[in-house]
């Protein structure tokens, strides 16, 4: 019998990360779906004050989620680490310098619990942190059921900053 790595990213219960979006005020979470956020998807969806719309591609989320704003809205995005590397253009675009609040749930799919981020082989997983430092996107870590408060804390950032601020998690939600 082999021994296993104790995880190092923990899942987070889906319900708690809802409770937190209802109470940031969230009208609507715009996805392209996520495997590592397929519980947080499934819960979001039957949560009766959220509207989420599932589209194609990061860049439309990204578009959508600007016009929502512009209309008054409260939204939100939820992505995986590949898809952020696809949309960076429209976030510099939109998020950045046009200045548009964008508070994105960012799945690491493909990671490895037992090992730190900078430890994994998969290249989405170790370089999505210094992608995001070198585009100056701000961005939390939900590493597990102790980091609940970072949803607020990442959403706050993106609409006091009114730009992008990042929400990764870590670990499959249940």
Known sequence: ??????????????????????ALGITHVVTV???????????LEEEPSLAVHTVCTEDEAIGITAGLYAGGMRPMMSIQNNGFFACINTIKAIALDAKVPTFM???QFGRDVTKPVE????RAVHRLEPTMDAWSVPHYRLEG?????NVRAAYDR?????????????????
């Open 1 to 22: 019998m082999t021994a296993q790595a104790d995880p190092i990213a923990l899942p987070v219960e889906a319900n708690a990360i809802v409770k937190e979006i209802v």
């Open 33 to 43: 779906p996520d495997s590592v956020q397929r519980a947080l998807l499934l819960q």
């Open 105 to 107: 749930l960012v799945g």
């Open 119 to 122: 430890e994994s082989r998969n």
């Open 145 to 149: 059921p102790d980091d609940i408060g």
């Open 158 to 174: 993106a609409t006091n900053d009114l730009g992008p601020c990042a929400l990764i998690i870590g670990a499959p939600t249940r």
